[in-house]
């Protein structure tokens, strides 16, 4: 067997069954999105066996999209799981014969709860298709299978009408992406959309910071003590007015200077760069790294330019940003 070819020819099959799918899409399928975009409820998205498998990932997709959705098993449903459903719902069934017990079983009980069923089947003249308010006619599909049985464009097919489904919900919602941030608030963009620099940064008595008429001794001690490699220098009102870091104690050093005849005006850097406090973290991040000389701090102020923190570039990417 040359393995290569056969797994073209699965994949061939495969882009055959959508390319063919193309050709169905119909007014049944604008019902359909009418029908979800109006439901005042949830979706619910039911299938057994390879098609609850496709059921699980379109309700998935639906619900971090913006169209609140869930899978529900037609068999757990006949045991307690219906109690879910109301007629303000929108259900949608998958199944490629339209024949499944399990399914069928169940169709009964949701017309008596009066909720529309969209269903998703290559057999218009089955069960499933005579119960449903509106059917989604995928036509008779090869499956990649040998001996077409085993589900497997019938799956592809269900799963893309579903990310057809979500995708054009999303246009028509006018979903933003910081909504989608919103629902994957653990995912890098997620991260990069909510977290804030007051989220990420040293503050209260973590915060490394020192007045201007301190000595050099305790403006040491503060950097070593807080771990942040840099100390902000405030004024009497708390305001930021220079940064001393790690580097502008080792050049002081390198120039063979006592660095305890200084004062930490002679040293600071008395334009430093800031943030503030209300930007998101990500903007620290890229301000951070793309100067034509990195840094990996900043000061982090308020509105009324007090310093309320500092960021380092070590949390932000600890954190996945």
């Given at each position: 067997?040359?393995?290569?070819?056969?797994?073209?020819?699965?994949?061939?099959i495969?882009?055959?069954a959508?390319?063919?799918?193309?050709?169905?899409?119909?007014?049944?399928?604008?019902?359909?999105?009418?029908?979800?975009?109006?439901c005042?409820?949830?979706?619910?998205i039911?299938?057994?066996?390879k098609?609850?498998?496709?059921?699980?990932?379109i309700?998935?997709t639906?619900?971090?999209?913006?169209?609140?959705?869930?899978?529900m098993?037609?068999?757990?449903?006949?045991?307690?799981?219906l109690?879910?459903?109301?007629?303000?719902?929108?259900v949608?069934?998958?199944?490629?014969?339209?024949?499944s017990?399990?399914?069928?079983?169940?169709?009964?009980?949701?017309?008596?709860?009066?909720v529309?069923?969209i269903?998703?089947?290559?057999?218009?003249?089955?069960?499933l298709?005579?119960?449903?308010?509106?059917?989604?006619?995928?036509?008779?599909?090869?499956e990649?299978?040998?001996?077409n049985?085993?589900?497997?464009?019938?799956?592809?097919?269900?799963?893309?009408?579903?990310?057809?489904?979500?995708?054009?919900?999303?246009?028509?919602?006018?979903?933003?992406?910081?909504?989608?941030?919103?629902?994957?608030?653990g995912?890098?963009?997620?991260?990069?959309l909510?977290?804030?620099?007051?989220?990420?940064m040293?503050c209260?008595?973590?915060?490394?910071?020192v007045?201007?008429?301190?000595?050099?001794?305790k403006?040491?001690?503060?950097?070593?003590?807080?771990?942040?490699?840099?100390v902000?220098?405030?004024?009497?009102?708390s305001?930021?007015i220079?940064?001393?870091?790690?580097?502008d104690i080792?050049?002081i050093?390198e120039?063979g200077k006592?660095?305890f005849?200084?004062?930490?005006?002679?040293i600071m850097?008395?334009?430093?760069?800031?943030?503030?406090e209300?930007?998101k973290?990500?903007?620290?991040?890229?301000?951070m790294?793309?100067?034509?000389?990195?840094?990996?701090?900043?000061p982090?102020?308020?509105?009324?330019?007090?310093?309320?923190?500092?960021?380092?570039?070590?949390d932000?990417?600890?954190?996945?940003l």
């Open positions: 067997m040359n393995i290569q070819a056969e797994i073209k020819k699965v994949i061939d495969e882009i055959n959508l390319s063919d799918i193309k050709k169905e899409v119909s007014r049944e399928f604008e019902k359909a999105i009418n029908a979800i975009l109006n005042r409820g949830k979706v619910i039911t299938g057994i066996g098609s609850g498998i496709a059921a699980k990932k309700a998935s639906m619900a971090s999209t913006g169209t609140p959705a869930i899978f098993h037609p068999s757990e449903a006949m045991h307690g799981d109690g879910i459903v109301n007629s303000s719902d929108v949608i069934a998958i199944g490629k014969s339209g024949e017990s399990e399914l069928n079983t169940l169709l009964p009980f949701l017309k008596k709860i009066k529309k069923i269903s998703i089947t290559s057999n218009k003249n089955s069960p298709a005579r119960t449903s308010d509106i059917v989604i006619n995928i036509g008779d599909i090869k990649a299978c040998p001996f049985l085993a589900p497997t464009s019938s799956v592809t097919v269900s799963i893309v009408i579903g990310d057809a489904f979500a995708v054009v919900l999303m246009k028509l919602r006018n979903f933003k992406v910081e909504e989608f941030a919103f629902f994957h608030p995912g890098r963009l997620g991260k990069r909510n977290l804030l620099v007051s989220d990420i040293l209260g008595m973590e915060n490394p910071v007045n201007e008429y301190d000595n050099i001794h403006m040491l001690m503060v950097i070593t003590e807080k771990k942040a490699g840099a902000s220098v405030i004024d009497k009102k305001r930021l220079g940064l001393v870091t790690d580097y080792r050049r050093l120039k006592d660095i005849k200084l004062k930490i005006n002679d850097n008395k334009k430093p760069i800031f943030i503030y209300n930007e973290a990500f903007t620290a991040l890229e301000m790294e793309k100067r034509e000389k990195p840094i990996t701090i900043l982090v102020i308020n509105k009324k330019k007090i310093v309320v923190g500092m960021v380092r570039m070590h932000l990417i600890s954190i996945g």
